[in-house]
């Protein structure tokens, strides 16, 4: 288990008696990255959060976030870290201002420092003008950032969102990514759940997908979409003639005469890139255009959930 990493775990199990929720899992989170861990509802990602945060006792496995064991450390892991969960830990009945002092307070920031934690918060949330408002009245973007400015009074190394920006509108989810990615340039470790697979394709350095309590697959976006078929390279030529000698060189290759394309299946590694380039180029053949096309996390996500899903049947 690695000392450098923000979060390491290894055999992770958690059961709710005959009900495995987490199979045996490993988690290597790198300090300054932005994590995602993907999964359908009931695959285990709250749990797993959960677990890491100090909030439930993991069942076997080894468990450690920030340098500390998450059992026999959990205040130094609790000092380390900060949480937003799905459900917002706003008080209705507070203002903006007064829900950042509470945090301030629980943290025991002495008067002076809370008060200056509070206003740069603020500030830095774009919540300065509706400070004084309760909460209660705040949009839900809004919301949203204003508990994530709570998660972060205390100055954590390690913030844990559970998704995060459900329920938002484009607008404010695209706030939200933006405030992350700030965080994160900060030197911030996040640990990141979510459904939209937009999301974790725009923030996370790597993505592990969750399915039935076992991780499917691991890797940075585009090392997942080349696990699944469909990929292909479109090469577009300028006459017919080219368009000919193109398909010659490549079996199973889709022609379309009218676009004069051809779309050759392809990894899109650079590898693939380099042979393809280089069988056209021993064959003298002219490339107008190249493009790599990929599946997306979308059609990642459902191949390897499938997957599992037949796995187990």
Do not use: C
């Not at 484009?170 to 994160?184: A, G, Q």
């Not at 939209?196 to 076992?214: K, N, S, T």
């Not at 479109?234 to 889709?254: C, E, K």
């Amino acid at each position: 288990m690695s000392t450098t990493s923000a979060i390491s775990v290894t055999g992770l199990r958690k059961a709710y008696g005959d009900n495995t929720v987490l199979d045996g899992i490993d988690l290597d989170v790198q300090p300054g990255t932005v994590f995602a861990l993907l999964g359908p509802n009931g695959a285990g990602k709250t749990t797993t959060v959960h677990i890491l945060s100090t909030l439930l006792a993991p069942d076997g496995g080894e468990v450690r976030v920030a340098g500390h064991d998450v059992r026999r450390e959990p205040d130094e892991v609790r000092a380390a870290i900060g949480v937003t969960g799905q459900f917002s830990a706003v008080d209705d009945l507070l203002t903006g201002e007064e829900n950042l002092r509470l945090m301030a307070d629980l943290h025991h920031l002495g008067r002076a420092e809370g008060r200056t934690r509070v206003a740069g918060l603020l500030t830095r949330f774009d919540l300065a003008d509706a400070a004084g408002r309760l909460a209660s009245t705040y949009s839900g973007g809004m919301r949203r950032r204003l508990d994530l400015a709570m998660s972060l009074v205390g100055v954590p190394r390690i913030i844990f969102l559970d998704e995060p920006t459900t329920g938002l509108d484009p607008r404010s989810r695209r706030t939200m990514w933006s405030i992350i990615r700030d965080l994160v340039a900060g030197g911030v470790t996040v640990f990141l759940t979510t459904q939209y697979l937009e999301e974790a394709d725009q923030l996370a350095d790597r993505i592990a997908v969750l399915d039935h309590g076992r991780l499917v697959a691991e890797g940075t976006a585009d090392e997942l979409k080349r696990l699944i078929p469909g990929g292909h390279v479109q090469l577009r030529f300028a006459d017919p003639v080219s368009l000919d000698a193109g398909a010659r060189l490549f079996d199973g290759a889709v022609r379309d005469d009218d676009a004069l394309t051809l779309q050759i299946p392809s990894d899109g590694g650079v590898h693939s890139l380099r042979t393809l380039l280089d069988r056209l180029d021993a064959a003298s053949v002219e490339v107008g255009e190249l493009s790599v096309h990929l599946p997306d996390l979308d059609d990642v996500f459902l191949a390897l959930t499938e997957r599992s899903v037949a796995a187990d049947a």
